[in-house]
């Protein structure tokens, strides 16, 4: 079992930065594929962003092409904690961000076992 809890989210201006911080308890966190999502009103919850265990101490990322640039998703397996650097914050961003968590290398929100609560990001132009 894995309980994930997001901070960090805000109200910024566009251009500003941000960073969420998705907190995960579990002793075999560092293994977990780990994704965030954003929902914004009225639309599907879309993928983010995803760090995925490949071996040993290493890990991929992979972006979704809107942020790519900008956001940049890391992990400090010490504490338990993913991170979403977000840079160059535009309007669209603004949405509910989710991480989440499965021991599959997915990014299909449906796949994942374990969510967060969300952490609201707002982003003025």
């Known amino acids: 079992q894995v309980q994930l809890v997001e901070s960090g989210g805000g109200l910024v201006q566009a251009g500003g930065s941000l960073r969420l911080s998705c907190a995960a308890s579990?002793?075999?966190?560092?293994?977990?594929?780990v994704g965030w999502f954003r929902q914004a009103p009225g639309k599907e919850r879309e993928f983010v962003a995803v760090?995925?265990?490949?071996?040993?101490?290493?890990?991929?990322?992979d972006y979704t092409d809107s942020v790519k640039g900008r956001f940049t998703i890391s992990r400090d397996n010490t504490k338990n904690t993913v991170y979403l650097q977000m840079n160059s914050l535009k309007p669209e961003d603004t949405a509910v961000y989710y991480c989440?968590?499965?021991?599959?290398?997915?990014?299909?929100?449906?796949?994942?076992?374990?969510w967060g609560q969300g952490t609201q990001v707002t982003v003025s132009s």
């Open positions: 989440a968590a499965d021991l599959s290398a997915t990014t299909r929100s449906e796949e994942y076992n374990y």
């Open positions: 579990g002793r075999t966190f560092s293994r977990y594929t």
């Open positions: 760090i995925r265990w490949s071996g040993g101490i290493r890990y991929n990322a």
